[in-house]
């Protein structure tokens, strides 16, 4: 599938939306100067090109049980693609990214209880095929988060049907 082009005006709109998803169609038109079929228009091309998506997401304060945790992972150099998705494919893992440094994969996931880090590390990502060793931390305060940048949420939070 090509990379789908931006324009000017697709920015603007990712602008707008990313200060404020409510604002209505209306108001966008109005100050970026085109029209209301526009706006919809745009909108809708940019969720079928999988470009944005509206959703609530849910501050810290919400999981008070939960605990975001970080499991790096150092793999074969000629397995972390293969690694990696292995990874992203476990339900209780939120975010999966391919790094540089020491680590060269980071999964990040949400945990209530210690046992569950355990068990995802040990039991269930140190025994992929080409994983040499597992290092977990766990966020012990949250001093600066931008929920534009990730969205993190709890399993139990995501409907069935959007697994």
Do not use: W
């Amino acid at each position: 599938m090509p990379t789908p082009v931006l324009d000017t005006l697709d920015h603007q709109l990712i602008d707008l939306l990313s200060r404020d998803a409510r604002v209505s169609n209306r108001k966008i038109a109005a100050e970026l100067g085109v029209t209301e079929g526009t706006v919809r228009g745009r909108i809708k091309r940019l969720q079928q090109d999988g470009l944005i998506a509206f959703t609530a997401v849910t501050g810290f304060e919400m999981a008070r049980k939960s605990r975001l945790a970080f499991i790096n992972v150092q793999a074969d150099v000629d397995k972390v693609r293969d690694v990696a998705r292995a990874i992203s494919e476990l339900p209780q893992i939120n975010a999966v990214l391919i790094t540089m440094g020491q680590f060269n994969i980071t999964a990040m996931c949400l945990i209530e209880e210690l046992d569950a880090l355990v068990e995802i590390a040990s039991d269930q990502i140190l025994v992929i095929q080409g994983v040499h060793h597992v290092e977990t931390s766990i966020a012990v305060k949250t001093m600066k988060y931008n929920a534009k940048m990730a969205k993190i949420t709890s399993l139990q939070a995501i409907p069935a049907d959007q697994d």
